[in-house]
């Protein structure tokens, strides 16, 4: 073991400041703290080890509340101390201070992030409080009529329901007699008057600087994903019809119910306390961003595969899936590659980026028709298309495929780089490489490469 990760630090010296890490491993995933290595893991050796063996339970104890378990350690002649510490279900402060893990470093929570950290550790959600400035008159009367439609399969007890206040209780959206936050987002008259920011923000841009046309779609929730989708469908995305079997198929660009999913999931998950929903379209991408970090549960890499749910918002989540607007939990961004995959393109890229959640819907811009309309020759267009599936190609490999010489290849590729299609890594030479302009990786690496010979 010689890397520092979420649930393990070394220290070559110690220093109280570092009770801070130790209430950061109580608060987050639990973890050991390594008195006497180095960064890189290696024992260094300690100094005074009998006497700090007696002093780091005890300020434990003292300054953060609870008993670690603390044992002096020998390797190769030297000492070191290792404090092992377990998650806590009640938040641990240090001085006052809440601390927690995020990587490999300690941080100190504070405003949101602080507040919805003590919620979880109650058992509380942020939409479960009541919302002590509104009353039953902010209710929608409409949309819990329309609700009651929508839940009949899965909740027959809302048609029955003849009271609004009955309703709101079978769906735990009532708190010592007041709406919950989550009852005026999901059917309140106007959320706006109580979270500012309870909006979906629309543009259409023709690069990352020039906006075009702009909506923003206000309303409760499910006012939020319908209106969402109707401005997509009439006024952003085109719409591709197909003969197929002499029925007309229509499509939109990216396919409505991964759009749809996108949105549903946004709402669920994301913090109402700041930031509206963005929603970006590019000629080439759509992006949509969302307020609100991952679970601490949950990873990027999980989001790819069926995967338990943790909705940051449970009772939301839960009237959307009885409205089946969620058909079936930890399965939403599964469904949306599944979606993309069927209608010929890329899967979405879910990335964690500015304390929210970006998902990326991208078009595939190098179809065969699509390649054959940009004038390319039948040897460039089987190379990008190798391109698509390995991501990168070399000058050998361009002239195995292509069945071409040396020199044709080479000129093709220079074609290609000319055009923007592909971007070079590395001089002219055996070790160049070329990759896909489009892709985020392929950027990446190009940025990394020059910056290395600049």
């Not at 070394?10 to 130790?22: C, G, I, P, Y």
């Not at 609004?164 to 059917?187: D, E, V, W, Y």
């Not at 054959?372 to 190609?393: D, F, H, P, T």
């Amino acid at each position: 073991m010689n890397k520092e990760s979420q649930n393990t630090e070394f220290k070559q010296n110690w220093r109280d400041e570092f009770l801070k890490t130790v209430c950061a491993f109580a608060n987050t995933h639990g973890g050991q703290l390594f008195i006497g290595k180095n960064d890189q893991g290696k024992i260094a050796g300690l100094d005074g080890a009998k006497k700090l063996m007696e002093d780091i339970p005890n300020k434990i104890v003292d300054l953060l509340g609870f008993v670690a378990n603390v044992s002096l350690k020998k390797e190769v002649g030297k000492e070191y101390i290792l404090i092992r510490v377990k998650p806590y279900e009640t938040p641990i402060s240090y001085r006052g201070k809440y601390y927690i893990r995020s990587g490999s470093t300690t941080q100190e929570l504070n405003g949101a992030g602080l507040h919805n950290f003590l919620l979880d550790k109650s058992g509380l959600t942020w939409d479960a409080l009541p919302e002590e400035r509104a009353t039953l008159k902010d209710i929608d009367p409409e949309t819990i009529s329309e609700f009651k439609e929508l839940a009949i399969k899965r909740f027959p007890a809302a048609a029955r329901e003849k009271s609004l206040s009955g309703l709101l209780g079978k769906l735990h959206l009532l708190n010592k007699g007041k709406p919950t936050r989550a009852a005026i987002l999901l059917f309140g008259k106007d959320p706006r008057q109580f979270y500012i920011s309870s909006y979906i923000k629309i543009g259409r841009f023709k690069d990352e600087a020039t906006l075009l046309s702009m909506d923003e779609i206000y309303g409760n929730l499910f006012q939020q994903v319908e209106g969402a989708m109707e401005v997509l469908k009439k006024k952003y995305l085109q719409t591709n019809i197909k003969i197929r079997s002499l029925r007309r198929e229509e499509n939109l660009e990216y396919p409505e119910p991964a759009l749809r999913e996108a949105i549903v999931n946004a709402i669920v998950h994301r913090d109402y306390s700041q930031f509206h929903t963005q929603l970006k379209i590019y000629p080439d991408q759509l992006t949509l961003w969302n307020n609100g970090e991952l679970s601490r549960k949950l990873t990027i890499a999980k989001l790819r595969k069926k995967h338990s749910s943790y909705p940051r918002n449970e009772l939301i989540a839960d009237v959307f899936y009885k409205a089946s607007y969620i058909e079936s939990w930890g399965h939403g961004t599964v469904k949306m590659m599944e979606e993309c995959k069927k209608a010929g393109l890329p899967e979405p890229l879910y990335e964690e980026d500015g304390g929210g959640i970006l998902v990326t819907f991208r078009q595939d811009s190098y179809t065969e028709d699509a390649l054959y309309k940009l004038g390319l020759n039948e040897r460039q267009m089987k190379a990008i298309l190798y391109m698509k599936e390995k991501g990168k190609i070399t000058n050998a490999l361009y002239k195995k495929i292509a069945d071409t010489s040396e020199r044709t290849a080479t000129r093709d590729l220079t074609d290609l780089v000319n055009r923007t299609i592909l971007e070079q890594m590395g001089k002219t030479g055996k070790g160049t490489e070329y990759l896909l302009s489009r892709h985020k990786a392929a950027k990446a690496a190009i940025k990394a490469q020059r910056s290395r010979h600049t």
